[in-house]
């Protein structure tokens, strides 16, 4: 049920099976770095998914189109990065390959998740609602393996990767937010209690999308534009 203003505070989601399955494998993953000093870091992407799929915010998303976006964004541009600090870099022979099949499975999966139908399913469906969250987190994740772990060799993929998926998150941001009508029958009679009208709430989640999500994968393009670039200055005659 979507919630009320006034009882927004006391909706925590405490399912068992969620907070058992978040804390083994955020434990395990924790372990497998600790000798590292990506540990903290790691530790902090685990803590930062937990609250967003955890805190009241899980259940506005129920009421609010635009704070499913912001569960999406935290999961996507702030705990996934910090996790894939703490996965294995990638071999050097297989990093374009990889780099692409993790790039078009996430521009894949945002897309798919963020159309009015697959959308309106995860309101009819738990198993659907966790599929949704599970792919998405897990293709980010992988994606930002791809970008943050490269050598100076691999630099002009991570580049190609970084920017078109900076472009793609925010066209389809613009899209949303350009709409001139709601596209999500799930939240035609639920935002009014929040002050929003069904399209102001749209508007705001493709916004939350489109900035924020421009942003952050250019910003990566940028730091694998400065590795291309030392590598090249390094490969230069004297």
Not at 56 to 74: D, K, N, T
Not at 100 to 121: N, S, V
Not at 185 to 212: C, K, R, S, Y
């Amino acid at each position: 049920m979507a919630p009320l203003p006034s009882e927004i505070l006391g909706r925590f989601n405490l399912d068992p099976v969620l907070m058992g399955i978040l804390l083994v494998v955020a434990g395990l993953h924790v372990r497998s770095v600790r000798q590292s000093g990506v540990a903290r870091y790691v530790a902090g992407g685990w803590l930062i998914a937990a609250a967003a799929l955890i805190s009241p915010l899980c259940a506005l998303s129920v009421a609010l189109f635009s704070a499913r976006i912001g569960q999406h964004m935290i999961l996507i541009l702030i705990a996934a990065p910090l996790i894939a600090l703490g996965l294995p870099q990638r071999e050097l022979h297989r990093g374009v390959w990889r780099s692409w099949t993790a790039a078009i499975a996430f521009f894949g999966l945002l897309w798919f998740w963020h159309m009015p139908l697959p959308y309106d399913a995860t309101f009819a469906s738990t198993p659907v609602y966790w599929s949704m969250h599970v792919t998405l987190f897990g293709s980010a994740i992988l994606l930002w393996r791809e970008i943050l772990h490269h050598s100076s060799e691999q630099a002009f993929g991570a580049l190609a990767v970084g920017v078109l998926s900076s472009m793609q998150m925010g066209l389809l941001g613009a899209i949303l937010t350009l709409a001139d009508r709601p596209l999500f029958a799930p939240h035609l009679l639920t935002t009014q209690a929040w002050g929003f009208t069904p399209l102001e709430d749209q508007q705001l989640g493709g916004a939350l999308m489109w900035v924020p999500g421009i942003a952050l994968f250019l910003w990566t393009s940028l730091r694998s534009l400065q590795r291309l670039w030392s590598r090249l200055a390094k490969a230069r005659p004297a």
